[in-house]
């Protein structure tokens, strides 16, 4: 029996490259990458010509200069003598305040509103669907100019709150336990007081309280205790069938150490008081922030609560229905049972959201929040007359605090997520 060789294979020949299915996708990847590099050194030839014609260099050196401004709203210690560097800081660490409460805030309204949607009773599921199409409806912008008017406008200056010798009552009386001041030009609240205090420890950033470092570092270690007894409690119910109570143990294990540390180191509510035409001994809260903050939370709050809504109704009737002939109440059925299975339609859509509200953000500018953009990008920008680093900077911080909120989000979504086998 002749056996007949092997049909030697072709050589690599060039045209393999585009009418080879095995290399066509590596060859246009190359050829695109070679584009955008091209274009990219093109277009920073570009920009350093026109910098050169113009008398201009690309430098950083500004931001060690003196800023020569005040902010009123800062987080650190900060002054006019301070650096562009430092108001750059201030900046941003009033950027990811405000973003981080209204998250927070916007977080709660979204669920409450999207919950209550769904709800059997008519005027309430109606009331809610009327919040949430006029406020996702009217530009954010729109939202805040409206919300600092009333401020401004509508709150009574704070000399209405001084007391009347004749009548002994005064004109306006604070909320909340007479400790909070609404006024046309700020909130006045309490503020945080350690008598028997553990000191501060000086850093060239800021003064860091070692009180309360003290009592997140036990709350921390609360929230780790309560974790452990609640994976006891899951274990005993697998076990045996009967779930121990925990709720009560809960509250004291999360709680009870953080009010004992509290009582030791001698903390109170310094309360505002009222001395001449102004608060003193509490926190006076400018109205440009609780503006900004009731604006992004209540607009973004009417998108979280459509994806909260969708998310709940993502889940099968089945779920509901099963929980029900347990014996379990609505309010148990949505906390234990439907929730936690809509967090997976609800998590990446929020994450959107999130980032939405960070970088809507910058809108403070139009209330006279000195946040990034009015100071690295507004101040700074036209004392120093450095456009392009200003902005480049401000792009590169923007784009961190983005991908750190996605990241964070998205190993929280691999957590909530359903486990394929």
């Known amino acids: 029996m002749t056996s007949v060789p092997d049909t030697p294979e072709p050589g690599f020949r060039l045209s393999q490259l585009i009418y080879d299915t095995r290399y066509r996708s590596l060859t246009i990847q190359v050829v695109v990458l070679f584009l955008v590099m091209a274009g990219a050194a093109w277009l920073v030839d570009n920009t350093i010509r026109n910098l050169n014609v113009l008398g201009k260099d690309f430098n950083f050196g500004f931001l060690g200069n003196r800023s020569g401004y005040d902010i009123a709203q800062h987080l650190i210690p900060y002054s006019n003598d301070s650096t562009h560097a430092r108001a750059m800081l201030v900046g941003l660490l009033n950027t990811l305040w405000i973003s981080f409460v209204g998250c927070i805030t916007a977080t709660v309204i979204g669920v409450f509103v999207g919950v209550m949607r769904l709800s059997p009773n008519w005027l309430v599921s109606r009331l809610m669907t009327a919040y949430v199409e006029v406020f996702r409806n009217i530009p954010l912008l729109l939202w805040i100019l409206v919300a600092i008017a009333l401020l401004t406008e509508v709150m009574p200056a704070p000399n209405a709150y001084r007391i009347n010798p004749t009548t002994g009552e005064a004109q306006t009386s604070m909320i909340l336990f007479d400790s909070v001041a609404l006024t046309n030009r700020y909130t006045a609240i309490p503020s945080m007081e350690f008598q028997r205090s553990l000191g501060v420890v000086n850093t060239p950033f800021a003064p860091i309280s070692l009180d309360v470092v003290a009592v997140l570092a036990l709350f921390a270690a609360s929230i780790w205790a309560n974790r452990r007894f609640v994976g006891w409690a899951n274990a005993v119910q697998a076990a045996t069938g009967v779930r121990p109570t925990t709720w009560w143990k809960s509250l004291l294990i999360l709680f009870a150490p953080v009010i004992v540390l509290l009582i030791a180191l001698g903390f109170r509510l310094h309360e505002p008081t009222l001395q001449g035409f102004n608060f003193t001994g509490g ?53 234990l049972v439907i929730l936690p299975q809509a967090l997976r339609v609800i998590v990446p859509p929020l994450i959107s959201q999130f980032l939405n509200l960070t970088k809507n953000s910058s809108l403070a500018i139009a209330v006279g929040y000195m946040d990034l953009r009015g100071t690295l990008g507004g101040i700074t920008l036209n004392q120093t007359g450095r456009e392009l680093e200003c902005i480049l900077l401000m792009m590169l911080i923007y784009l961190s605090i983005s991908l750190v909120i996605s990241g964070a989000m998205n190993l929280f979504n691999r957590k909530v997520r359903l486990k394929e086998r």
Request: a positive charge; proline letters at 0%.
């Open 283 to 335: 926190t006076n809260v400018s109205n440009a922030f609780v503006a900004l903050w009731a604006g992004l939370s209540l607009y973004t709050g009417a998108f979280i609560a459509e994806i909260v809504r969708a998310g709940i109704l993502a889940v099968s009737k089945g779920q509901t229905e099963a929980a029900a002939a347990l014996g379990m109440r609505s309010g148990r059925i949505m906390r």
